[in-house]
């Protein structure tokens, strides 16, 4: 059985940090495109940031790129976001996924709220 867990969300003033995690199990991580999507309220799922299976190739959407870094650890088999310089438009359900070919899997989700 696959499993996707992620931590690290909660709470934060504008201009924090947080790390989030997405611990894998029941599948070969080392083999899958990791990746993070958000979902503010009222608002579609977003790709926010996408790491290859070696960890080589990186995207980031616009809105993100210089203050969020996707990483990874294979021996871990856990991906990791780490979000800088956060603001209150970044406050959303964070959701890794893991891809390989057609298959998919979604973990359930870590709330992230940026507010004073």
């Known amino acids: 059985q696959v499993q996707l867990v992620e931590s690290g969300g909660g709470l934060v003033q504008p201009g924090g940090s947080l790390r989030l995690s997405c611990a894998a199990s029941?599948?070969?991580?080392?083999?899958?495109?990791m990746s993070w999507y958000r979902q503010a309220p009222g608002k579609e799922r977003e790709l926010v940031a996408a790491?290859?299976?070696?960890?080589?190739?990186?995207n980031y959407a616009e809105s993100v790129k210089d203050r969020f870094t996707i990483s990874r650890d294979n021996g871990k088999n856990t991906v990791y976001l780490r979000m800088n310089s956060l603001k209150p438009e970044d406050t959303a359900v964070y959701y890794c996924?893991?891809?390989?070919?057609?298959?998919?899997?979604w973990g359930q989700g870590t709330q992230v709220t940026v507010s004073s």
């Open positions: 790491i290859s299976s070696l960890g080589g190739t990186l």
């Open positions: 996924r893991a891809d390989r070919h057609s298959t998919n899997f």
């Open positions: 029941g599948l070969a991580f080392s083999i899958f495109t």
